[in-house]
């Protein structure tokens, strides 16, 4: 009975670990909570290792409650199979979605274009504030100073509804980074 509770252990563990490497759960919180799925997200991104592209598929909707920073270095492709909305969360006042740290040398794509691929919309949420400051969607090196290196590429993606005030912005790409649309 033992080992038999062990294997059931270890089997749980198992599916636990292959669902993180092979995409994202798409189970929401309770109001208040941390969504699940933005926790695999953020931990997808946090565990890129050098010299691989990591590919992070996004199985549903999900609430982003922190911005996630690229690690520098790293090469990312963020897709979805299916179409998805991924929401900028309420507190989320004066912070960016995503994050790339100056001269981070990061490279990241939003979306695949493959004929099966679904789109990711990138919602900023806007009538949950009242007041938005700063950039909503994407900073790129950061504002005082300008990076070097990294480049966002968005194939099937969409972003909208970031700016609410006429301090926001949805996206800073500052000098030295390349911001390609549709790999154009």
Known sequence: MRSLKRYLL???????ALSLT????????????????FTA?????????EGTVKE??????????????????????IYAEKDVTVTL????TSSPMFAVPK????????????????????????????ERTGVGFLT??????????????????TVRNFVSSTNGTAITVNANNSLKIDGG
Not at 142 to 157: D, L
Request: net charge negative; with cysteine; charged share 20%.
């Open 56 to 77: 992070i598929r996004i199985d549903g909707d999900l609430t982003v409650s922190e911005t996630l920073t690229f690690k520098a270095g790293m090469s990312y492709v």
């Open 140 to 157: 790129v090196g950061n504002a005082s100073s300008a990076g070097n290196g990294s480049t966002v590429e968005f194939r099937k993606a």
């Open 103 to 130: 001269d981070g040398k990061v490279s990241v794509r939003f979306g695949k274009s493959t004929d099966d691929a679904g789109t990711i919309t990138f919602d900023g949420n806007k009538n949950a504030f009242a």
């Open 89 to 92: 969360g309420e507190n989320m």
């Open 10 to 16: 270890c089997l749980a563990t198992a599916v636990f």
């Open 41 to 49: 997200l953020k931990s997808q991104i946090e565990s890129a290792t």
């Open 22 to 37: 092979a995409g994202l759960a798409v189970t929401a919180g309770a109001e208040g909570e941390v969504d699940p799925a």
